[in-house]
């Protein structure tokens, strides 16, 4: 359930974001509208027919934002924008796992996680018994 709840937030956080976005760039629309339309598009987009969705997404955004009254110029606007901020929040992540004590922590995790299971199957094989 709490998988639930934190998708929720998640998808609401990322609808905000276009919500700002359209206002930067003139969308006057009702928050409504935002809740309705960015899930329809994140759906399309998670079609697989393109690489990451480029394109699929922004083609969405702009069919679903004009049968509200937005011009396609300004949905392919917000489409571009929210792709572009993706791919900012995606070169930071980049970055803190380039960094090499990033690299030595997630090197550590892994060789925990290789601890953990095979004392896992050691306790199965002794339950077992």
């Known amino acids: ?11 609401t956080f990322s609808i905000s974001v276009y919500i700002v976005f359209g206002k930067a760039i003139g969308v006057d629309l009702a928050p409504m509208h ?8 994140f759906v399309v987009n998670a079609l697989p027919i ?5 394109g699929v997404g922004e083609s969405a955004c702009v069919f679903f934002f004009s049968l509200v009254g937005v011009p396609q110029s300004k949905a392919l606007a917000l489409a571009f924008l929210y ?9 930071i ?4 796992y380039l ?3 990033y690299k ?4 550590d995790m892994q060789a925990d996680v290789k601890q953990t299971e095979k004392e896992m199957v050691h306790l199965n094989d002794e339950v077992e018994e």
Not at 1 to 11: I, K, P, R, V, W
Not at 83 to 91: A, E, Q
Not at 93 to 96: D, L, R
Request: charged share 10%.
């Open 99 to 101: 960094k090499p004590s």
């Open 104 to 107: 030595e922590s997630y090197k």
């Open 93 to 96: 992540g980049g970055a803190i």
């Open 34 to 41: 935002f809740f309705a339309i960015i899930p329809l598009v």
């Open 83 to 91: 792709r572009i901020s993706i791919f900012l929040y995606s070169l």
């Open 50 to 54: 393109s690489i990451g969705g480029l």
């Open 1 to 11: 359930m709490a998988a639930f709840f934190y998708s929720l937030l998640l998808q």
